[in-house]
Nanobody
């Protein structure tokens, strides 16, 4: 079994910062791409940022210049540093990863349970 667990969400004032973490645990041989997605009330889930196993990154236009995605492959953990937060960043943030459990298994896509980020004064 593989689990992705997010942490670090909370309430922050506009202009503030938060750092989200996503820890993968369980039967893990290798992790390929990892990403952060978010879903605001009444809206579809959208990509925030992705990072490959080699560290290449890509960001949504709304995140460029304010958010930084990173990962620690030794710890099977991904991070999202969010600066200059705006009320429109309020959403549930989800972790996503492509994981292979054994040499004999296929790659599978996993989601975390989400962590709430609220930006409000």
């Amino acid at each position: 079994q593989v689990q992705l667990v997010e942490s670090g969400g909370g309430l922050v004032q506009p202009g503030g910062s938060l750092r989200l973490s996503c820890a993968a645990s369980g039967s893990i041989l290798s992790i390929s791409a990892m990403g952060w997605y978010r879903q605001a009330p009444g809206k579809q889930r959208e990509l925030v940022a992705i990072i490959t196993s080699s560290g290449a990154t890509n960001y949504a236009d709304s995140a460029k210049g304010r958010f930084t995605i990173s990962r620690d492959n030794a710890k099977n953990t991904m991070y999202l540093q969010m600066n200059s937060l705006k009320p429109e960043d309020t959403a549930v943030y989800y972790c996503n990863a492509d994981i292979r459990s054994t040499y004999y298994s296929n790659w599978k896509n996993y989601w975390g349970q989400g962590t709430q980020v609220t930006v409000s004064s």
